[in-house]
C-alpha cells in the first residue's frame, strides 16, 4: 500500500522544533553522522557567526535528496549505528538561519531563497557551512559539549583546533542486556540485545556522563563515564534516556563490578 502525499511538512514548525535545542546538542547530529561513515577524521569549528563541520569520508551523500527528506535514510538499520529516523541532520540546518552542505559532486545550499544545489568538483567527505547567531556564551557550552565526546578508536576529533583525546579506560562489561532501538519490517521497535559497555575516567573536569557510541547524552550519577555500544532508547531530541533504562543499566554495572571486585568501598 503506498502512502504517497499522505502528509506534507511545515518548514516553519520544523524550525521551531529544533531552534530552541542547545546549540551543542544540535551540533552532535552532525558529528554522529560523521562517526557512522568510514571517516579518520572530523573537525569542527565553532564560532559566534559561523559553525564548520567537515569530515573526510570517501562517499559522502549518495543521494542529493538524503541532505534534505526529513525521515529519509540511506542507512542499514543495525542498532550500532548511531543515527536513526533521518532527521538529525536535518534538525540541524533547520535551526540555522542559512547552511551549505557540500558533498561529493553537489553543494546544497540552504538560504532565504529557498533551496538550492549545484555540482562540484568535491572528491571526498561532506563539509556543513552553517550560519546562525550565538553568544559567546552559547559557544562556549556548546564547546565544552562537544569536548565530552569519546571519538572511535583511529578517528581523530578536533572542535577549535583541539584534539580531543580520549579518557582513560576503566573496565568493559561485556554481554551486558539492555533496551536498544531496531527497525524492522519498517516499524521502531525496541527490543533486548547484549552489548558490551566501557566504562572510562572521567578527564579532569568532567562530570560523569551516559553515552551512546562515544556521544554524551546526560549526566550519569556514577563514578565514571558509562560509554552502551548500542542504541541507547531516548527521548524525543536524544538528550536523555528514561529512568527504567537508567536504573537497569546501574544495576547491570552493579553485579558486574560486584562480581570482578572492581568496587571500592567508597564506590
Known amino acids: 500500500m503506498s502512502r504517497n502525499n499522505w502528509f506534507e511538512i511545515s518548514n516553519e514548525g520544523w524550525r521551531r522544533m ?13 558529528i554522529q553522522n560523521s562517526f ?7 573537525t569542527v569549528e565553532v564560532g559566534t557567526h559561523e559553525i564548520l563541520i567537515e569530515d573526510d569520508a570517501p562517499r559522502g551523500f549518495a543521494q542529493e535528496r538524503l541532505v534534505y527528506t526529513v525521515f ?5 538499520d543495525s ?3 548511531r543515527g536513526r529516523k533521518g532527521r538529525g541532520l536535518k534538525e540541524l540546518i533547520s535551526a540555522m538561519d542559512s547552511a551549505i552542505v557540500d558533498t561529493i559532486g553537489r553543494t546544497v545550499v540552504f538560504d532565504e ?5 549545484a555540482e562540484n568538483d568535491r572528491r571526498s567527505g561532506t563539509r556543513l557551512t552553517l550560519r546562525r547567531r ?3 556564551a552559547e559557544v562556549h557550552v556548546a564547546v565544552a559539549q562537544l569536548s565530552l565526546i569519546i571519538p572511535p578508536k583511529d578517528m581523530t576529533l578536533v572542535v577549535n583546533s583541539r584534539r580531543i583525546k580520549p579518557p582513560r579506560l576503566y573496565l568493559s562489561l561485556w554481554n551486558c542486556l539492555l533496551e536498544t532501538v531496531v527497525i524492522r519490517h519498517g516499524v521502531e521497535r525496541i527490543t533486548e540485545l547484549p552489548t558490551r559497555v566501557d566504562l572510562y575516567h572521567p578527564r579532569r573536569g568532567e562530570s560523569p556522563q551516559l553515552f551512546e557510541m562515544g556521544i554524551p547524552v546526560e549526566p550519569l550519577n ?3 563515564h558509562v560509554d552502551v555500544q548500542q ?5 524525543d531530541h536524544r538528550d536523555a534516556a528514561t529512568d527504567h533504562y537508567k536504573l537497569i543499566l546501574k544495576s547491570l554495572l552493579l553485579d558486574g563490578l560486584m562480581g570482578g571486585d572492581w568496587l571500592s568501598p567508597k564506590e
Open 113 to 117: 531563497a529557498g533551496r538550492h544545489t
Open 36 to 42: 557512522d561513515e568510514d571517516v579518520t577524521e572530523v
Open 79 to 81: 542498532p550500532t549505528k
Open 134 to 136: 550565538s553568544t559567546p
Open 231 to 235: 542504541r541507547v532508547p531516548l527521548a
Open 18 to 30: 529544533n531552534a530552541g535545542r542547545p546549540l551543542g546538542s544540535l551540533l552532535k547530529e552532525g
Open 72 to 76: 529519509l535514510s540511506d542507512k542499514e
Open 222 to 224: 556514577v563514578p565514571w
